[in-house]
């Protein structure tokens, strides 16, 4: 049976999409490559493709060269010069206009009768008149256009984006090794167990990421100890490094023996079990791949309903099913604890509820199967299936 042949173009190639990536060159309709660059800094470790299991998949991945452009803008060497002279039938283009060599890549790509398919973020819902404007020039270069979630596809629609165009893909991380480890898992006296809080049967809040000043961490610390002078004893555990971790351990003098610093942490047999040990996950700021990280362990998660100033992982938490959300003004982070708490409902059918929701929506199989559709509808014209 002929496969579709059809190139990936993106910025860089982030460890969290190995999974995918894997999926998607094993598909039984598509003959797939990937193009990509190496991402600015070091805030998402990339894909190593020293690892065993990519051998043999070394001419499938091209790399090119991000040349970075007045700060936010970029053009990626190489990019242009394969579009000239693939024989791809569809490009799935990185969805993001401030790459500015995807928009003459997608507009010489559509002159060659190639397929254009761009994945991204699509939009937030805080951008002025003048970049959705600039923003619905680039989505209509596009045949469809994959997104993260619900929110974004909304967003779309309402700026004059044909529905039939707009597909949502959520995201994934390595969720078959997720479903492999959790089972095991939970501990009663996990933290009993660690010594780290001088009252460790107390509900645990969980933050795993960056200790950086915009995810508002010291809010987090202010709100346990609102609600220690009301005698609710609740210990927290940061599982991350970063510029803020002084000034956090500072402030956590003022609620003695309820906080420990883990440090970073990237083995996903130990992040796996902090994070199904604890009660709840709290993101102060904008949550990502943590929610359905913490989600993927059967971990609610506490963070604000802002979507436009959201991530479209956020999308996971389900009011008083799946998490709590509290207000992005008012940052009644203490509010939402108790609330969720309040609701004494079963840490048995809260975990069952948290895996449903990976289960059926943000996993790689799901995400890989709405791509390989969207590819394959998108060709209809052009392949035959056989």
């Known amino acids: ?46 894909i190593d493709f020293s690892e065993a299991n990519w051998k043999g998949h070394e001419w ?9 452009l007045r700060g936010v803008l970029v053009w990626q060497r190489g990019v242009i010069g394969h579009v000239r002279k693939t024989d791809a039938e569809a490009l799935v283009l990185l969805g993001q206009m401030y790459v500015v060599s995807m928009w003459l890549a997608a507009w010489l790509a559509q002159r060659r009768g190639i397929r254009v398919l761009f994945w991204g973020h699509g939009a937030y819902g805080r951008e002025g008149r003048i970049k959705r404007w600039f923003r619905a020039r680039f989505q209509a270069l ?17 700026d004059g984006v044909y529905p039939a165009q707009v597909r949502v893909v959520y995201n994934s991380l390595v969720h078959a ?12 006296d996990f933290f009993v167990r660690q010594g780290w ?17 915009q995810k508002s961490l010291d809010r987090l610390i202010a709100a346990v100890a609102e609600l220690r002078a009301e005698r609710r004893v609740f210990n927290v555990l940061f599982v991350g490094d970063g510029p803020e971790r002084a000034r956090l351990r500072a402030l956590a003098r003022t609620i003695p023996g309820q906080v420990h610093f883990y440090g970073a942490c990237y083995e996903e047999d130990r992040l796996a079990r902090l994070i199904a040990n604890a009660d709840l996950c709290v993101s102060p700021g904008e ?19 802002d979507m436009n100033y959201q991530m479209p992982e956020a999308e996971v938490v389900v009011e008083g099913r799946t998490g709590v959300l509290f207000d992005r003004q008012s940052m009644d982070i203490a509010g939402a604890i108790r609330r969720w708490f309040a609701t004494g409902l079963d840490r048995a059918v809260v975990r069952e509820a948290c895996y ?3 289960d059926e929506k943000w996993n790689t199989e799901n995400q890989a199967r709405i791509i390989q559709k969207a590819i394959l509808d998108s060709t209809n014209g052009s392949w035959s299936g056989g």
């Open 142 to 158: 596009a045949d469809q256009v994959l997104v993260y979630g619900e929110h974004a596809r909304r967003l779309l629609i309402a």
């Open 1 to 46: 049976m002929r496969k579709v042949r059809v190139d990936f173009i993106t910025n860089q190639a982030p460890h969290y999409r190995s999974a995918l990536w894997k999926r998607l060159i094993g598909d039984e309709f598509l003959d797939v490559r990937f193009l990509f660059g190496e991402g600015r800094g070091k805030s998402i470790k990339p």
């Open 60 to 68: 499938r991945l091209e790399r090119v060269r991000n040349v970075y």
């Open 177 to 188: 090794r997720q479903v492999q480890l959790r089972d095991s898992l939970v501990n009663p």
């Open 287 to 305: 949550v990502g791949l943590t929610a359905m990280h913490a989600l993927a362990y059967g971990t609610p998660v506490c963070t604000h309903g």
């Open 197 to 213: 809080f001088d009252q460790p049967s107390a509900p645990v809040l969980l933050f795993i990421g960056r200790l950086t000043r």
């Open 356 to 358: 449903r929701e990976i």
